[in-house]
């Protein structure tokens, strides 16, 4: 029993650290306009676990190589073409899903409810190990850090980001900087929700956010509270019910995003509703 | 680093928006020295806001070479030529929900000067106020940008790029959400800039009418292409 608790209190702090990661890239990613790419990336990340079961490596680092490599090099692409960037991205998540599915065919684990396919597709709380929580935490800080060195600049861009570029920003830079910290959390959260539902964690937690404020600094405060709150929730919903952990986490982040997007317009009802009397 | 004294240099410049069958700008020549007035002006679709961009290398030509103090649009370096410039967007409008307040906004403009953690100097807090106080905006400095007019956001962003002290302003339709006394107000401190700081603006504007008389030098551009000048190399 001490061993279980010990074991749900390990992932239940990855699940806070991922969601809450999650919910901050996805809140810059975003408001930068490059989630067609983060999509794209997320899916590289789901085809390089997947490489990773033939070759016998860990899901997460593969994962981690093929996502940080891919967001590198299509941010490069992208900074040199101004239009058909969605249809570039939209060929590569059809490639990196067509790798993952190929390649999960061709490992030894045949079978799709099996322990190392679960971390890929769907994720398990089984895949939390002490070394995953370390490179959370790792990428958390560095992250932070990111932000609060470059916070003028960042901000500028969160601004106007052809205003930045036309005033010396480097505008390219910082937006390879995001797409490789948005590769490196792809793929560290990967084992909780899997591959197919990560982005659930990238995108419900900041369309909610911008449901309750219009404030930048509250909506990415929002984004991340709202992504660990999905995560945290989802995974004890999960445990209790004998629920897949991933798709129960994206069935928690959409009930939040509804919860969010119904206040909103009570809210806004209401405040009608006494502007409109004498 | 050593940047030439030509604001910006265009030779036989070509552009195209990719995606588009015909080129947006042709074969377009013009030299701008430090100090000068320039202002650019043409019918809707003439290239204006091509020529301002392509001067700033935020689009880059596909024949012909642009050069911004000296610094040719396609190197790595032209990143240090555009912090000496100031840069005023045509659409420059934010929607009601934008936050950010006006003070935000103006500060942003330091952005590209600061290195990690670094954070503004009350030097530069005294520049806002200045600069704002110069654009009658002192008063707007702590609202949501969002929630002013387009005249009062138009000279938000005209503090935004004067409070950078640029070597080169260049301004897309300064004029276009502002009054009659707006616009005496914004050509009189663009003037004063010009003669006070020996810096030069490229201004683009169909409604010549604020600022004509006070050019150094006119362009008129038609379909891409400079079709008079006065005073341009």
Known sequence: MKVMLEFLGLAL?????????????????????????????????????SIGLILNFDPVYSAMIVAVASALILGMIFARIEYGRELI?????????????????????????TASIAVVLWGSLLAITVEKLILLLLTLFMFILYIIA??????????????????????????????????LIISSSLRLTGGFLVFTLLYNPVAASFQISRKAHLQLLASS?????????????????????????????????????????????????????? | MHFSKEVVKLRDVWVAYSGSDRPAMCNINLTVPLGKLVLITGPNGAGKTTLIETCLGLL???????????VDTRSWRIRHARRMCGFVPQDFMKPPFEAYTVRHV????????????????????RRIRRVSELLEIEDLLDRPIGTLSGGQQQRAVIARALVRKPRALFLDEPFSSLDREGRRLISRVVR????????????VSHDVNPIIDYADIVVRMENGRIVSGEGYA
């Open chain 1, 225 to 278: 509270i709202l992504g660990a709150a999905s995560a945290s929730f989802g995974l004890l919903v999960s445990y209790t019910l004998d629920w897949p952990v991933g798709a129960t986490i994206a069935i928690v982040s959409s009930i939040i995003l509804l919860s969010a997007y119904m206040m909103k317009v009570l809210v806004e009802a209401f405040r009608r509703r006494c502007l409109s009397r004498p």
């Open chain 1, 89 to 113: 991205s939209m060929a590569v998540f059809s490639a990196s899903s067509a790798v993952a599915i190929f390649a999960i065919y061709m490992s030894n684990v045949r079978v799709l409810a």
């Open chain 2, 192 to 203: 004063e800039y010009v003669r006070a700081e020996d810096a030069s603006v490229i201004i």
């Open chain 2, 60 to 70: 880059k030509p596909y024949r012909g070479s642009a050069y911004l103090f000296g």
């Open chain 1, 13 to 49: 702090l990855a699940a806070v650290l991922s969601g809450n990661l999650c919910g901050a890239i996805g809140f810059y990613v975003q408001r930068l306009r490059i989630t067609t790419l983060s999509f794209s990336v997320a899916h590289a990340a789901l085809a390089g676990a």
């Open chain 1, 150 to 183: 470059y916070r003028i600049q960042i901000d500028s861009m969160l601004y106007d980001v052809k205003m930045a570029e036309a005033e010396g920003v480097n505008v390219q830079m910082h937006m390879l900087i995001m797409l490789f910290f948005a590769g």
């Open chain 2, 106 to 125: 103006i500060r942003l403009g330091f952005a590209p000067y600061k290195s990690i953690f670094e954070s503004l100097t009350e030097d530069e807090d």
